[in-house]
T-cell receptor, first 114, second 112 residues
Framework: NAGVTQTPKFRILKIGQSMTLQCTQDMNHNYMYWYRQDPGMGLKLIYYSVGAGITDKGEVPNGYNVSRSTTEDFPLRLELAAPSQTSVYFC?????????????FGSGTQLSVL | GNSVTQMEGPVTLSEEAFLTINCTYTATGYPSLFWYVQYPGEGLQLLLKATKADDKGSNKGFEATYRKETTSFHLEKGSVQVSDSAVYFCALSGPVADKLIFGTGTRLQVFP
């Protein structure tokens, strides 16, 4: 049972480069999320999706794009990488949405923009 | 707005010591409260939760009680093990579509 899988685990980008962080889940969850965690800070929601074809902005969406063409996949795209995007990125999924829903997380992608 | 404040780490303990990690919150309404744990090299996973005042969440020897009067949800364990070494995140359900709001995380290091 793979759960939520993120790739890559580590990446170094130069300023202005683009990349896609991949996230896939095999639990048939409707809801998927992207968070970022900066040093000494809590996780902040970037984007989320309530099902295939539907995405919405979280707290800190600027500089990112997402798509949800299938239930399983929820890639996060950085078009013009900036040093402010140096962070650890977590993808998560849940079956439903509500105060008691359990989130399942991937192991994270550590991104450095130099 | 809603927020969570956790004690700064790292918390360093010897095996079998008593653990407390403090968490306080600010919220409108009646949020649900959670503790998530991240073991080295893994993603966050739900440790325990409480959905209303005076509820006690418990799992794997860890406990936390939802205290509305002190707006707290402190994590406790009577006797920690080396395998409990991890980062612990307090979280609450937010006001916008019930999105989770996380604290900064507290690293626990347990030595034999």
């Amino acid at each position: 049972n793979a759960g939520v899988t993120q790739t890559p685990k580590f990446r170094i980008l130069k300023i202005g480069q683009s990349m896609t962080l991949q996230c896939t889940q095999d639990m048939n969850h409707n809801y998927m999320y992207w968070y970022r965690q900066d040093p000494g800070m809590g996780l902040k929601l970037i984007y989320y999706s309530v099902g295939a074809g539907i995405t919405d902005k979280g707290e800190v969406p600027n500089g990112y794009n997402v798509s949800r063409s299938t239930t399983e996949d929820f890639p996060l795209r950085l078009e013009l990488a900036a040093p402010s995007q140096t962070s650890v990125y977590f993808c998560a999924s849940s079956y439903g949405q509500g105060p008691n829903e359990k989130l399942f997380f991937g192991s994270g992608t550590q991104l450095s923009v130099l | 707005g809603n927020s969570v404040t956790q004690m700064e780490g790292p918390v360093t303990l010897s095996e079998e010591a008593f653990l407390t990690i403090n968490c306080t919150y600010t919220a409108t309404g009646y949020p649900s409260l959670f503790w998530y744990v991240q073991y080295p090299g893994e993603g966050l996973q739900l440790l325990l939760k409480a959905t209303k005042a005076d509820d006690k969440g418990s799992n794997k020897g860890f406990e936390a009680t939802y205290r509305k009067e002190t707006t707290s949800f402190h994590l406790e364990k009577g006797s920690v093990q080396v395998s409990d070494s991890a980062v612990y995140f307090c979280a609450l359900s937010g006001p916008v579509a019930d999105k989770l709001i996380f604290g900064t995380g507290t690293r626990l290091q347990v030595f034999p």
